[in-house]
């Protein structure tokens, strides 16, 4: 295989990637050690979140030719890449939380469902709970009602009862 091959490959591989992502975040991992990096990916995969390195023009023409624009800018230097399959704020609040522990790490940018957001977006969007603990929250506001419900319903029923 040629190295232009090569790199068609590749190309098609990340673009692939964003394609199927919910959410890409992108960081600069300059300074990072070995243990920290591999704290991070032990993170990434109890989260399911892969986490690569690719080469900036590649994925700059992946990025041009999944119709994302703008994204050169942030293309410069070590760029590191989490792709959130499943949960679109698992990549965000993962690295987000990490950069926090360790000042060598910078959120870039990231792709949420196509859109590119700026750092300071990233970490708005790192702050939304988990997908469970939304569900969970859900539940338990519809239950509340539901319960006080219950308990006025029997209430009435044992007053009845008493002047019967």
Do not use: W
Request: with cysteine.
């Amino acid at each position: 295989m040629s190295i232009k091959e090569e790199k068609a490959a590749k190309v098609q591989e990340i673009k692939e990637k964003i394609d199927k992502a919910k959410a890409v975040i992108l960081a600069n991992y300059t300074g990072v050690t070995v243990e920290e990096d591999t704290e991070l990916r032990r993170k990434f995969r109890e989260a399911d979140v892969e986490y690569k390195v690719y080469k900036n023009t590649l994925t700059s023409i992946a990025a041009k030719q999944s119709g994302i624009e703008g994204l050169d800018e942030y293309l410069s230097g070590p760029t590191s890449f989490a792709f959130g399959y499943d949960d679109p704020t698992a990549p965000a609040r993962i690295l987000a939380n990490f950069a926090k522990e360790h000042k060598k790490l910078d959120l870039k940018c990231g792709m949420i469902q196509g859109k590119l957001l700026d750092t300071d977006k990233i970490k708005e969007f790192a702050s939304i709970p988990p997908r469970e603990v939304l569900i969970a929250k859900l539940l338990g506001s519809l239950k509340s009602p539901l319960s006080k419900f219950a308990y006025l319903v029997n209430a009435v029923k044992e007053k009845k009862e008493q002047e019967a």
